[in-house]
């Protein structure tokens, strides 16, 4: 996700500031000269988490009200803030650098913190992989990255869910309420994640209807909202009448969806508020409830170091990892009839989004028949293509 700098003074700015005037007294490590690990090892320090109080950190690249990627994290941190034997810290608008390796070290020096939650992709390697490194005792979940055996810490763990699912359903959605039969799509980056968005949502558009098209339009990075704005104006100009998107933030591309009385789709969070005639529904995450899964594994004492919580973690509708937006007001009884015959399929475990025979958009049999790919299948992390009647180049 794209680095983003905060107006206000951020919490690691003060906390630099107070260290400098010496507010702070030196912190345990410095104090005592040891690493981390012998830190554990003298005083009998129980495995993180283990006690009555779990101590967790969240770290955002970007503010925590952008009604999107980094709210929707916001979101899970302050459903599970509220248990009494909770406690959080969090930081907004801390870019992938070593800015955020300066993060963690505080929160877990300055705030006792003992889990991690850097939420950001690119947070991953080097940074989190290289503080996990230096304080093995402290455990650090890491949102979208793949844990490698053998290469990764064991105090690292990664978590995500196939959203995809809810794309799926905001694809059938879409169709029923479009009268052109042309959606639009705008992504991020032509990566593997969000391929799998657009062709899922292509795939539950073409599932009820199937001669509609997806356009696609790739801006280049997480969060550019004047080139949004374009793709949304671009999309309108050439036909289509639903949109969604994949990027950090969809506010823009659901304003100005709006403006141009075009329908929409919402990714993240629940972006309703913001267009109230033409949002049909959305794509959320759930992160409260798989924070609170967490939260209780940790206060059993339950570690990634002894295995007993998975190195990877993941989920869909079924699991709770993610939900649906609410359907707005222009959603037909039949749409919701075909969304919710799917998501009873889904929470089933019965729904296979990528069974074959599937085609990509270049007309080449890219699942034969008779073949499927469930949601944890390794050759949906990989996707490099797009699926058939979904509309443009992979580049961006």
């Known amino acids: 996700m794209s680095p983003r700098r905060s107006l206000s003074l951020s919490r690691r700015q003060v906390i630099r500031g107070l260290l400098a005037a010496g507010t702070f007294g030196a912190t345990v490590r410095f ?13 009998g320090q129980a495995p993180a988490g283990a006690g009555k109080t779990v101590n967790m950190g969240f770290i955002y690249v970007g503010p925590k009200d952008d009604s999107g990627y980094n709210q929707a994290h916001a979101e899970g941190r302050a459903g599970i803030s509220k248990l009494s034997w909770v406690k959080t810290v969090e930081e907004a608008s801390v870019p992938e650098t070593a800015a955020v390796e300066e993060t963690m070290r505080n929160m877990i020096n300055l705030d006792g913190v003992t889990v991690l939650f850097p939420t950001s992709f690119g947070y991953f390697d080097p940074h989190i992989l290289k503080v996990a490194r230096e ?66 949502f292509t795939l539950g558009a073409r599932s009820v209807k199937p001669a509609v098209t997806t356009q696609v339009i790739f801006t280049g990075d997480w969060a550019l909202p004047i080139k949004e704005a374009e793709a949304v104006n671009s999309l309108a100009d050439g036909g289509a009448d639903a949109v969604t998107c994949h990027v950090d933030s969809p506010k823009v591309v659901i304003e100005t969806a709006e403006k141009r009385g075009i329908f929409c789709c919402g990714y993240h969070a629940n972006q309703s508020a913001l267009a109230p005639k033409g949002y049909l529904t959305g794509a959320e995450w759930d992160w409260a409830n798989v924070y609170s899964r967490y939260a209780e594994q940790l206060r059993d004492g339950k570690t990634l170091v002894d295995g007993s919580i998975p190195h990877l973690l993941r989920g869909g509708l ?22 919710e015959a799917a998501l009873a399929k889904f929470k089933a475990g019965t729904m296979v989004i990528y069974k074959g025979e599937i085609k990509d958009s270049t007309g080449k049999i890219i699942i034969p028949a008779g073949k499927e790919y469930k949601q944890q299948d390794i050759e949906l992390e990989s996707m490099n293509w797009l699926v058939e009647g979904a509309l443009g180049s992979l580049k961006s």
Do not use: M, W
Not at 31 to 43: D, F, I, N, R, W
Not at 143 to 151: A, H, N, S
Not at 321 to 327: A, E, I, M, N
């Open 31 to 43: 104090a005592t000269g040891c690493t981390p690990a012998q830190q554990q090892s003298q005083t």
């Open 135 to 200: 304080y093995p005792q402290v455990q650090f979940f890491h949102c979208g990255g793949l844990y490698q055996e053998g290469k990764h810490p064991k105090n690292v763990g990664s978590y995500f869910g196939y959203i995809d699912e809810g794309n799926y359903i905001s694809g059938i959605v879409a169709a029923h309420t479009s009268k052109t039969g042309k959606l639009g799509f705008i992504g991020a980056k032509p990566i593997p994640v969000v391929l799998r968005n657009i062709n899922s």
């Open 318 to 339: 079924k699991d709770g990892f993610c939900k649906l937006s609410p359907y707005g007001p222009a959603v037909s009884q039949a749409a919701k009839k075909d969304a």
